[in-house]
């Protein structure tokens, strides 16, 4: 695709639920990322893949959080019994395969409000 | 750990004039990226520049330059002919080479281009 896109854009929880959130990165990035960013904030990191391997969840902030990228392509975030604290834009990137190439490029977020 | 540090919670420039966004970093990686992103209101994060930190030549792009001071890690963003299409928030970033599965932000300063 054109670009890296994420639904949905925008995405009402009452506390407790679970939620999906979806990212479909550049076509032909191997590498996909996702942060948190707090409203007033810089963006945080939460996971990365590489392909359909998930080699680095070390920013995930509790174990209600998770993630996957089972064909290499499309991700998804995944909230469980979601939290105010939840509350936030997260947002997915994506990046090429090639050597010395760091750019990621951003998806336009989903903002998450839990009430 | 990296940091990255971005003094100016706010600046606002008048149309055409030139601005200077600071960041500082810190870290004890020698082969590392520094980019600046541009956040407007509609969320998308835009990459306005990169910056390798084994050049010493600071990276130009059209209207925007940055001044990469790597003893001091410095690493500032100038906005010049400032347009109303400037304003947004912008954030200063880091990714080291050898771990180059995630960028690490700055707080970002929000920028206000005026008429």
């Known amino acids: 695709g054109a670009g890296v896109s994420q639904s949905p854009r925008y995405k009402v929880a009452k506390r407790g639920q679970d939620v999906a959130l979806r990212c479909d990165p550049i076509s032909g990035h191997v590498s996909l990322f996702w942060y948190q960013q707090a409203l007033g904030q810089g963006p945080e990191f939460l996971t990365y893949?590489?392909?359909?391997?998930?080699?680095?969840k070390s920013g995930l902030p509790s174990d209600r959080f998770f993630a996957e990228r089972p064909e290499g392509s499309v991700s998804t975030l995944k909230i469980q019994r979601t939290q105010q604290e939840d509350s936030a834009v997260y947002l997915c990137a994506s990046k090429s395969g090639l050597a010395g190439v760091y750019e990621q490029y951003f998806g336009p977020g989903t903002r998450l409000t839990v009430t | 750990a990296q940091t990255v540090t971005q003094s100016q919670p706010e600046m606002s420039v008048q149309e055409a004039e030139t601005v200077t966004l600071s960041c500082t970093y810190d870290?004890?990686?020698?082969?590392?990226?520094l980019f600046w992103y541009k956040q407007p209101p509609s969320r998308q994060m835009i990459l306005v520049i990169r910056q390798e930190a084994y050049k010493q030549q600071n990276a130009t792009e059209n209207r925007f330059s940055v001044n990469f001071q790597k003893a001091a890690k410095s690493f500032s963003l100038k906005i010049s002919d400032s347009q109303l299409g400037d304003t947004a928030m912008y954030f200063c970033?880091?990714?080291?080479?050898?771990?180059?599965?995630?960028?690490?932000f700055g707080a970002g300063t929000i920028l206000r281009v005026k008429s």
């Open positions: 970033a880091f990714i080291a080479a050898e771990y180059g599965n995630k960028l690490v």
């Open positions: 870290t004890s990686e020698s082969n590392y990226y």
């Open positions: 893949f590489q392909n359909e391997a998930q080699l680095d």
